[in-house]
């Protein structure tokens, strides 16, 4: 097998899955954002290190984020429900990719549209009644691939199956909120 499919590292990929079915401990990972207030509605986050493969690790540079509102904000950045999609596609199509190079199929383009449906009646205290989150996810991929349909409708599924972010919006997950201090 190639040493790059598709961009993806299959060697260090398999030599890690090897890794872990050998030490579950290697498979706890434990990521973390850091989050501040700017005013108003607007807040930025950055992103730097994580914990996985048994040790504290960094990414190769911090990352920024900024999210406001269009509404009860300036617009500064998306809201944080979009972060929320743009997490949901890229987890999907890195699993796209991942399983391509897994399969040796090579990839010419992956992209994909997706959207939520949300009432914010509910977001803003204006019926108690109104789910505060989104009440349909839905994402459509278009996939230029050298493999038949079937196998394109098998890497998007799996995709999706094995997409930590797609398990998180499809099931629940118990969240603490609790004060610094």
Known sequence: MAEEINGVPCDKMFGAIAKMKDNGDLAQFRFSAKNEWVGGTASRSTI?????????QTHVSE???KADHPTLGHGHGPTPQE????????????????GAAARNIQLNKVSSTVSADIDVRGVLGI???VRKGFSNVDIEFDIDADCDDDQKDALMAAGAKYSAVFDMLANPTEVNVTRKG
């Open 127 to 129: 019926d108690p009644d």
């Open 48 to 56: 730097y290190e994580w914990f996985g493969m048994g040790a504290d």
């Open 63 to 65: 990352f920024d984020y």
């Open 83 to 98: 972060y929320v999609l743009h997490a949901l596609a890229a987890c999907i199509t890195a699993g796209i990719a991942t």
